[in-house]
């Protein structure tokens, strides 16, 4: 029988372990765009992608209706880099090969992302269900 570990920081969450590696891989295909996009579609697409982990991660530490909420902010960011980076294919500013790495994972967080809100949302305790409790003797 399969166990899931206990999800004790944000940190523990697949989704943001991936929205890490997007925005990873983000930085690493902006780095070669020209010099003109340096200010322009590469800082938006970083910054989307830096977005995305953050608003997982402060969502994590506030209670339900906060977490869903940054949960739904994160998710806009995603919408914006997936946009930033069809544009920046259709621009030549992003190999193909590069673009479908980033294409697959802008899928996977996005599916990670709605699974989680899924999740809380299904969820009846009105407390952060990834949240422990510092005063349980046995977390």
Same mark, same amino acid.
């Given at each position: 029988?399969?166990?899931?570990?206990?999800?004790?920081?944000?940190?523990?969450?697949?989704?943001?372990?991936?929205?890490?590696?997007?925005?990873?891989?983000?930085?690493?295909?902006?780095?070669?765009?020209?010099?003109?996009?340096?200010?322009?579609?590469?800082?938006?697409?970083?910054?989307?992608?830096? @977005?995305?982990? /953050? &608003?997982?991660? !402060?969502?994590?530490?506030?209670?339900?209706?906060? #977490?869903?909420?940054?949960?739904?902010?994160?998710?806009?960011?995603?919408?914006?880099?997936?946009?930033?980076?069809?544009?920046?294919?259709?621009?030549?500013?992003?190999?193909?090969?590069?673009?479908?790495?980033?294409?697959?994972?802008?899928?996977?967080?996005?599916?990670?992302?709605?699974?989680?809100?899924? @999740?809380?949302? /299904? &969820?009846?305790? !009105?407390?952060?269900?990834?949240?422990?409790?510092? #005063?349980?003797?046995?977390?």
């Amino acid at each position: 029988m399969l166990r899931m570990s206990a999800i004790t920081s944000y940190r523990d969450l697949v989704a943001w372990q991936k929205a890490m590696e997007l925005a990873e891989l983000a930085y690493e295909v902006t780095e070669h765009f020209p010099t003109r996009e340096r200010f322009g579609l590469a800082h938006q697409m970083r910054s989307a992608a830096v @977005s995305i982990p /953050s &608003n997982i991660a !402060e969502g994590h530490r506030r209670r339900r209706a906060g #977490y869903i909420h940054h949960l739904e902010i994160a998710l806009g960011f995603h919408g914006e880099l997936d946009t930033q980076s069809i544009l920046a294919f259709r621009q030549r500013l992003v190999p193909h090969d590069n673009w479908n790495r980033l294409e697959l994972l802008i899928a996977e967080v996005g599916r990670l992302t709605h699974g989680l809100i899924r @999740s809380l949302e /299904s &969820n009846p305790d !009105e407390s952060n269900p990834h949240e422990s409790n510092p #005063y349980d003797p046995n977390p």
